[in-house]
Nanobody, 124 residues
Framework: QVQLVESGGGLVQAGGSLRLSCAAS????????MGWFRQAPGKERDFVAA????????HYTDSVKGRFTISRDNAKNTVYLQMFSLKPEDTAVYYC?????????????????WGQGTQVTVSS
């Protein structure tokens, strides 16, 4: 069992930056691939970024490439999402998720555990 708690969301102007954190409980955090997803009002939950258990491989959706960076610190049981050059269309609730199964990490159905989400609002 893994419990995930996101933090770091907030209100920021366009062009600004935020760093989201996701703290995980349990001693097996380093066994899990991790992902960030986001859900805007009235829309589906979309993939944002993923990182393998080792941290060696990362993947991003096209709209955030070059602006967002996913990273993890297994010693701290934490995964991060650094977001730069934020745009109003980045406004959403951001969720972190953990999975033990293989797969690309792009599909939310691959994930076993989810956090409660943190709101990111980007004003124009």
């Amino acid at each position: 069992q893994v419990q995930l708690v996101e933090s770091g969301g907030g209100l920021v102007q366009a062009g600004g930056s935020l760093r989201l954190s996701c703290a995980a409980s349990g001693r097996t955090f380093s066994s899990y691939d991790m992902g960030w997803f986001r859900q805007a009002p009235g829309k589906e939950r979309d993939f944002v970024a993923a990182i393998t258990w080792s941290g060696l491989n990362t993947h991003y959706t096209d709209s955030v490439k070059g602006r967002f960076t996913i990273s993890r610190d297994n010693a701290k049981n934490t995964v991060y999402l650094q977001m730069f050059s934020l745009k109003p269309e980045d406004t959403a609730v951001y969720y972190c998720a953990a999975k033990i199964r293989s797969g690309t990490g792009f599909d939310s159905r691959e994930y076993d555990y989810w956090g409660q989400g943190t709101q990111v609002t980007v004003s124009s």
